[in-house]
């Protein structure tokens, strides 16, 4: 078990969209994160703790977007349908913080830090899809920036098994706790 105060925790949920969360995804579908991730935002907003949702999006031009020179780009199969960036229905309430980024982690480009430090802050714990993408991405800057980190490893998914477990297996626990959604616990 993973006792946190809600006080200093808020819940960070990584790109839970309709158009990540219907791609094909591992080790579960984009539908059980989302599932999964309903019910633990559910238990933040009980313990009155933050629940932050990030969410990817691009002027219509994508002239926002980077446009760096890489070996293998990433566009959906399809390319970008009109709701991509809008998250999955029932995940947001009234309440909730949003933040929009531009790449694949939430700390660059946004005010995701200042969001976090003014409410006194100090552990996040992360889900969404890609966990080796935005997740990871997301959890580097946040160890970086000297918060603590917990990573809710079944509230989470990507392209294939071996990457999921990689980064749950060898990155996430040099950055934080890895635990079961379950398992965290939030105190008054």
């Not at 714990?125 to 990573?151: K, P, W």
């Amino acid at each position: 078990m993973i006792s946190l105060p809600a006080t200093q925790t808020a819940l960070v949920l990584i790109d839970l969209q309709k158009g990540i969360t219907a791609l094909p995804v591992a080790p579960v579908p984009g539908a059980t994160v989302v599932e999964r991730a309903k019910g633990l935002a559910s238990r933040f907003r009980v313990a009155k703790a933050p629940v932050i949702l990030v969410n990817v999006a691009f002027a219509p031009d994508f002239s926002d977007a980077l446009h760096t020179r890489v070996d293998c780009s990433f566009s959906p199969p399809g390319g970008f349908a009109p709701d991509w960036s809008e998250l999955v229905d029932g995940l947001a309430q009234p309440e909730d913080l949003r933040i929009t980024k531009r790449q694949w982690g939430a700390f660059y480009g946004t005010d995701l830090d200042l969001q976090l430090r003014r409410r006194g802050i100090t552990t996040i714990v992360l889900g969404g899809i890609a966990t080796n993408l935005g997740v990871e991405s997301t959890a580097r800057a946040a160890h970086e920036h000297g918060y603590n980190v917990v990573l809710a490893e079944d509230v989470m998914a990507t392209f294939s098994q071996e990457m999921h477990l990689f980064a749950c297996e060898h990155i996430f626990p040099r950055l934080g706790r890895v635990a079961a959604s379950a398992s965290i616990t939030l105190e008054s």
